[in-house]
């Protein structure tokens, strides 16, 4: 998920505009920041990243969960399977005292080679998603799925513009101007594939290529002039 993980940071920098306008502090923070030091790994990671001062938690998951982190969750009493689950414990755990930071976790959902799977790293993944079901899951919540990394950046550029916004109207105590609005709102690039010429007329293209054989198989000329 390097590629998804880079795309938080270029959203990031789309919205940074509309953030300074707010006064909002928008920054990116996550392990590959942190400095080197003996201990835990995992440890070593929320010591510096503080996880007390996150107001956002984005998690992404594929279809690799990760390795075991050495802690335990302390409301579970299980075993973390990774460092993302611990830091989701985390984030979850804090959330229900203090409604922070806001959990934001996104599936992807794109086809992965037999070459690629690992089952048992697969069923971890699928288990942790399990929790989220309204009834029997043990941390019921919202997530969204993509299959593309264009998607994902879509999405989270969506789901953090609205953010932004809740955060400002707050801030400033009533709805913001759509003026404003509208000039700091990222433009995002159209990456849609293009149409092919003649969309929805394969009909009328096949009928018209075959008169064309037709027409060169006698030796008429394609173009006259």
């Known amino acids: 998920m390097a590629a998804a993980r ?5 959203v990031a920098a789309m919205l940074k ?20 030091q003996m201990g835990r790994p995992e440890q070593v990671i929320l010591d510096q990243l503080k996880p007390t001062s996150w107001d ?14 050495g802690a335990t969750d302390p409301e579970t009493q299980r075993e973390c399977l990774s460092g993302t689950e611990e830091e989701f414990r ?6 229900k005292q203090h409604n922070k930071p806001r959990i934001m976790i996104y599936r992807c959902t794109r086809a992965v080679s037999l070459d690629a799977l690992d089952p048992d790293q697969f069923t971890r993944v699928k288990r942790f998603f399990g929790d989220f079901d309204a ?13 593309t990394i264009d998607e994902f950046e879509k999405l989270l550029a969506s789901n953090l513009l609205d953010l932004l916004l809740q955060y400002g109207e707050q801030i400033k105590s009533k709805p913001l101007a759509p003026e404003v609005i509208q000039e700091f709102a990222p433009k995002l690039p159209d990456n849609l594939p293009r149409r092919a010429p003649f969309f929805g007329r394969d009909t009328e293209v ?7 054989a037709r027409k060169t198989e006698r030796g008429a000329p394609l173009l006259t002039g």
Do not use: E
């Open 135 to 147: 009834v029997k899951g043990k941390t019921p919540g919202l997530y969204r799925s993509f299959d």
């Open 206 to 212: 096949g009928t018209l290529l075959r008169a064309l």
């Open 56 to 69: 956002v938690f984005i998690g992404i998951l594929w279809h690799r969960f990760g390795t075991p982190s």
């Open 90 to 95: 985390i984030a979850h755990h804090l959330w």
């Open 6 to 10: 880079a795309k938080v940071a270029t």
């Open 17 to 36: 505009p509309l953030a300074d306008s707010l006064d909002i502090v928008l920054d990116v923070i996550d392990w590959g920041a942190v400095v080197p």
